[in-house]
């Protein structure tokens, strides 16, 4: 495992002496990444957790995938696949989605969706899923707002999610608050969580 993550860093940073867009990232405040995306269509991505209690639960998880532009709409294809260190459990899935924003005169809305067939060693098979807002402000800043039950860390949860983007240049941060869509889910709770990326 360590053979292979460390032969796709150095491809990752052979790769980038092409000329490409080159982004890193935080996510959901516990995961950081690195994506190369190729004349704006081809991309990778490596992204590793930061937060956890031992050096063998943390976890790694390598994407590929495809984004194509068709009359306005936005769409990508990113296969994935991911392990702890210790091999406590792997997985593996995709995120199939679509982005776009309504032409002139309501250009101030987007809708996008996401499906999100995925395995777990432990969980086995699950179809998770993402629909959503977006409201524009102006250039540089946005309010976003969906429904999810695509998993933040590994479990599927059932969540509303609230967060406002702001871009200046090639920086993006959105702080976002999500919480429970299910009362009864007890294993869920209020959370404020920041996303960022910066393009090279």
């Known amino acids: 495992m360590k053979r292979l993550i460390l032969a796709l860093t150095l491809i990752f940073m052979c790769a980038t002496t ?23 269509h081809w991309g990778v991505e490596v992204e590793h957790s930061l937060y956890s209690e031992t050096i063998g639960y943390q976890y790694v998880r390598i994407a590929g995938g495809y984004l194509a532009k068709v009359s306005g709409v936005y769409f990508y294809v990113a296969p994935f696949w991911g392990t702890t260190w210790n091999g406590f459990f792997w997985n593996s899935g995709a995120f199939l989605g679509a982005r776009y924003r309504l032409p002139d005169g309501i250009r101030w809305l987007g809708v996008n969706a996401m499906v999100n067939p995925r ?77 960022f990326s910066y393009q090279f």
Not at 127 to 141: A, M, P, Q, Y
Not at 152 to 159: A, F, M, N, Q, T
Not at 163 to 182: I, K, N, Q
Request: charged content about 25%; some cysteine; hydrophobic content about 35%.
């Open 18 to 40: 092409i000329k490409a867009q080159v982004e890193v990232g935080l996510r959901n405040n516990r995961y950081v990444h690195a994506g190369y995306l190729y004349r704006g």
């Open 119 to 195: 395995y777990d060693s432990g969980i086995h098979y699950d179809t998770c899923w993402r629909v959503g807002l977006d409201f524009f402000i102006n250039s540089e800043i946005s309010v976003e707002a969906d429904y999810t039950t695509v998993p933040e860390y590994r479990v599927s949860e059932k969540l509303w999610r609230l967060g406002v983007r702001f871009t200046s240049g090639r920086l993006s941060v959105t702080p976002r608050v999500t919480m429970p869509a299910d009362g009864r889910d007890r294993n869920t709770h209020l959370q404020t969580l920041v996303d």
